[in-house]
């Protein structure tokens, strides 16, 4: 199993190398909307966007709770470093 697995990543790693060039736009944003957007919003905007299960938006907002916590100073660090991450995309 382990033969496998290492097998199988490095298959991704070689495959998929600019995959994350893809992604990291949707991921900036989808991120920027769970720190930033009050808890309507967002559960509004996932509802439209993803149609997810109930049990899902459930699990988000739970975890959206928590983060709501965190200071203004702190996801705007979290959404710098993410910028900086995107520079890393292109």
């Not at 920027?32 to 439209?48: H, R, V």
């Not at 739970?62 to 709501?68: H, L, N, S």
């Amino acid at each position: 199993m382990r033969l496998f697995l290492s097998v199988l990543l490095v298959t991704l790693a070689l495959c998929c190398s600019k995959a994350n060039g893809i992604t990291c736009p949707a991921l900036v944003t989808e991120v920027e909307k769970f720190l930033f957007l009050s808890m309507p919003a967002y559960k509004a905007t996932l509802q439209i966007l993803y149609d997810p299960p109930q049990e899902i938006i459930v699990a988000k907002m739970t975890v959206k709770a928590c983060t709501d916590q965190m200071s203004f100073e702190n996801k705007m660090l979290i959404s710098s470093t993410l910028a900086k991450a995107m520079e890393n995309c292109k």
